[in-house]
């Protein structure tokens, strides 16, 4: 399979663990997105990658939250001290960039913080 | 602030009827307007976009139409199935360049349901 896949697909913690996810883009797509998506919503802007660059943050993502993507392949999304409003499905997407940079998703990490 | 207005909340539609799903944005600085399907279970996948220098896309069922005045745009699907139920994102976004990066801004969503 070619696509972006995410790990794992689901995760239950108690409030104030901490949790990482991690997004495996398409190969030599060097975009990388993270969404959060809330039930009933759409999915919201958390943070974007050129590269191994975090080149944007929305200020949805707070100082609990870090997004890292080592030698611009994989990323990995970190929360810290999780909240029950952290319960959300995270989603990542990549892209080639280009003049219409269709991006491209993955099936997400349902969060459920008890 | 919410930048894309969805409507409807949901829809049912009889199969081989139309659906149609409407969008309104605000901001005039986006340039890049894509409609995704969901799943249960499953990320987003694109379905088609446009770009406010047509007025009309077509692909196979499913045809976008745009109003740059209105800044309104709406999906069309046409014969519409079983299979065709599923939630429907429209999204707007800034060609990537500048500050924006491409980053999606979606519409609340419609779920579709398609009796058969």
């Known amino acids: 399979d070619t696509g972006v896949s995410q790990n794992p697909r689901h995760k239950i913690t108690k409030r104030g663990q901490n949790v990482t996810f991690r997004c495996d883009p398409i190969s030599e797509h060097n975009r990388l997105y993270w969404y959060r998506q809330t039930l009933g919503q759409g999915p919201e802007f958390l943070t974007y990658?050129?590269?191994?660059?975090?080149?944007?943050k929305s200020r949805l993502l707070s100082d609990r939250f870090s997004a890292e993507r080592p030698k611009g392949s994989f990323s990995t999304l970190e929360i810290q001290r999780t909240e029950q409003g952290d319960s959300a499905m995270y989603l990542c997407?990549?892209?080639?960039?280009?003049?219409?940079?269709?991006?491209?998703f993955g099936p997400g990490t349902r969060l459920t913080v008890l | 602030q919410q930048q894309v207005k969805q409507s409807p909340q949901s829809l049912i539609v009889q199969k081989g009827g139309i659906s149609i799903i409407n969008c309104a944005y605000e901001n005039t600085a986006f340039d890049y307007f894509p409609w995704y399907q969901q799943f249960p279970g499953k990320g987003p996948a694109l379905l088609i976009a446009?770009?406010?220098?047509?007025s009309e896309k077509k692909e196979g069922r499913f045809t976008i139409s745009f109003n740059k005045s209105a800044k309104q745009f709406s999906l069309h699907i046409m014969d519409s199935q079983p299979g065709d139920s599923a939630t429907y994102f429209c999204?707007?976004?800034?060609?990537?360049?500048?500050?924006?990066?491409?980053?999606?801004?979606f519409g609340q969503g419609t779920i579709l349901t398609v009796h058969p």
């Open positions: 999204a707007a976004s800034i060609s990537a360049g500048g500050t924006s990066y491409g980053k999606l801004t």
């Open positions: 990658f050129q590269n191994e660059a975090q080149l944007e």
């Open positions: 997407a990549s892209s080639l960039g280009g003049y219409d940079n269709e991006q491209f």
């Open positions: 446009i770009r406010p220098d047509v």
